[in-house]
């Protein structure tokens, strides 16, 4: 456990960010990668402790601690999938590029594409050093809703500077195609959703529809999209848990429209007051005394970019439909036996609530 401190003198603790013993039929070929890693980063030295995250619905996470390193392994899913949206190599290219100008990602160490070591292509990173907040805030903070405001500003400020690199200074001029993002967006998530729809779930034609009526003209801004920014994907400082130190799970960055990215976070972000079947979904403690309101993160992000954030119907719906149909896809995978993950169960559920709330933003 480290200590934390608050400017004022106050101290708490903090734990890490936690492993397990790797999950049934998703164990690798230890004494390969092993091996191969040894060669890549020559400096290793004995024998790896293996564990896996326990977080992550769709790239797999691994740890491998050695007696002088500790490293972070990213490989694939099991089954069939779209390779294209479980690329390594961009989620490897991204972080190494974006770290000289946006220093809050982990240091990136290697990445294959030879397939005989793991069954797939994988990249290697070093494990953040820091704190990893999932549904709640640490009660031993001890947090005020006065710290947890200041927290929570910093949180968006995070994504506001990631929207606000220069990601041709960067050198990822192209990394995708900013122009015409929307419209790939809300075409592409509704071509997904229909390739992994099941008896159980509404084929919801009329919210794909809706979005495809609705689409705003391009915004005239262009930034790198995370595309999964949450509390639970960044590691916060050991000793100043306001202080963002790494953002993690890259896997489906991209360059568009940031308020299509902003939307993307803003439905993962509960209220106390939400609807059950949207707060069942909670990954990150939104919903804590002093956290901004959606409309008060809706408001700082104007303030910080000039960008109109007044009428934001259309990428609140987008929001929790991509968010259906990621969840509908893993859904899929588990229905037909490609993953034996039983979290995964209940995901149909999730994706029928979620359509129905896009309803009914649409209705209101």
Same mark, same amino acid.
Request: hydrophobic content about 35%; aromatic content about 10%; charged content about 25%.
């Given at each position: 456990?480290?200590?934390?401190?608050?400017?004022?003198?106050?101290?708490?603790?903090?734990?890490?960010? *936690?492993?397990?013993?790797?999950?049934?039929?998703?164990?690798?070929?230890?004494?390969?990668?092993?091996?191969?890693?040894?060669?890549?980063?020559?400096?290793?030295?004995?024998? *790896?402790?293996?564990?896996?995250? @326990?977080?992550?619905?769709?790239?797999?996470?691994?740890?491998?601690?050695?007696?002088?390193?500790?490293?972070?392994?990213? !490989?694939? *899913?099991?089954?069939?999938?779209?390779?294209?949206?479980?690329?390594?190599?961009?989620?490897?290219?991204?972080?190494?590029?974006?770290?000289?100008?946006?220093?809050?990602?982990?240091?990136?160490?290697?990445?294959?594409?030879?397939?005989?070591?793991?069954?797939?292509? %994988?990249?290697?990173? +070093?494990?953040?050093?820091?704190?990893?907040?999932?549904?709640?805030?640490?009660?031993?903070?001890?947090?005020?809703?006065?710290?947890? !405001?200041? %927290?929570?500003?910093? %949180?968006?400020?995070? /994504?506001?500077?990631?929207?606000?690199?220069?990601?041709?200074?960067?050198?990822?001029?192209?990394?995708?195609?900013?122009?015409?993002?929307?419209?790939?967006?809300? =075409?592409?998530?509704?071509?997904?959703?229909? +390739?992994?729809?099941?008896?159980?779930?509404?084929?919801?034609?009329?919210?794909?529809?809706? /979005?495809?009526?609705?689409?705003?003209?391009?915004?005239?801004?262009? @930034?790198?999209?995370?595309?999964?920014?949450?509390?639970?994907?960044?590691?916060?400082?050991?000793?100043?848990?306001?202080?963002?130190?790494?953002? =993690?799970?890259?896997? $489906?960055?991209?360059?568009?429209? *940031?308020?299509?990215? =902003?939307?993307?976070?803003?439905?993962?972000?509960?209220?106390?007051?939400?609807?059950?079947?949207?707060?069942?979904?909670?990954?990150?403690?939104?919903?804590?005394?002093?956290?901004?309101?959606?409309?008060? $993160?809706?408001?700082?992000?104007?303030?910080?970019?000039?960008?109109?954030?007044?009428?934001?119907?259309?990428?609140?719906?987008?929001?929790?439909? !991509?968010?259906?149909?990621?969840?509908?896809?893993?859904?899929? +995978?588990?229905?037909?036996?490609?993953?034996?993950?039983?979290?995964?169960?209940?995901?149909?559920?999730?994706?029928?609530?979620?359509?129905?709330?896009?309803?009914?933003? $649409?209705?209101?």
């Amino acid at each position: 456990m480290a200590e934390l401190l608050w400017a004022d003198g106050r101290s708490m603790t903090a734990g890490d960010n *936690p492993t397990t013993a790797v999950r049934s039929g998703e164990d690798l070929d230890w004494t390969a990668l092993d091996a191969h890693l040894k060669k890549a980063i020559p400096q290793l030295r004995g024998e *790896p402790e293996v564990s896996q995250f @326990a977080g992550g619905n769709s790239n797999l996470t691994y740890r491998l601690k050695y007696e002088n390193d500790d490293l972070v392994i990213r !490989r694939p *899913p099991f089954g069939t999938k779209a390779k294209s949206a479980h690329s390594m190599i961009r989620e490897f290219r991204i972080m190494n590029q974006l770290k000289p100008v946006y220093p809050s990602v982990p240091d990136t160490l290697y990445y294959s594409d030879d397939e005989s070591v793991i069954g797939s292509e %994988f990249y290697v990173m +070093r494990k953040a050093e820091g704190q990893l907040i999932k549904e709640t805030l640490p009660p031993e903070w001890g947090f005020t809703a006065q710290d947890t !405001r200041r %927290f929570c500003i910093r %949180f968006w400020e995070k /994504l506001i500077e990631l929207h606000q690199v220069d990601y041709v200074a960067a050198g990822l001029a192209d990394f995708g195609k900013p122009e015409g993002y929307v419209e790939r967006q809300i =075409l592409g998530w509704n071509r997904r959703f229909e +390739r992994v729809m099941t008896p159980d779930v509404d084929e919801f034609t009329d919210v794909r529809q809706w /979005l495809e009526a609705n689409m705003p003209g391009e915004s005239g801004r262009h @930034a790198i999209l995370h595309g999964d920014y949450r509390i639970d994907n960044v590691i916060l400082d050991a000793k100043d848990p306001s202080k963002i130190v790494a953002v =993690l799970d890259w896997e $489906i960055c991209a360059l568009g429209d *940031p308020l299509m990215d =902003l939307g993307n976070s803003l439905a993962y972000w509960m209220h106390a007051d939400d609807p059950q079947e949207l707060r069942n979904l909670v990954m990150q403690p939104s919903g804590a005394p002093g956290m901004l309101t959606r409309r008060e $993160i809706l408001d700082l992000y104007q303030e910080k970019t000039g960008m109109d954030t007044s009428d934001f119907t259309f990428y609140k719906v987008y929001g929790y439909w !991509r968010i259906g149909v990621i969840l509908q896809q893993i859904y899929f +995978r588990y229905v037909h036996g490609q993953t034996q993950d039983e979290r995964f169960s209940t995901f149909g559920i999730a994706t029928q609530n979620l359509g129905k709330h896009c309803r009914r933003l $649409i209705a209101d």
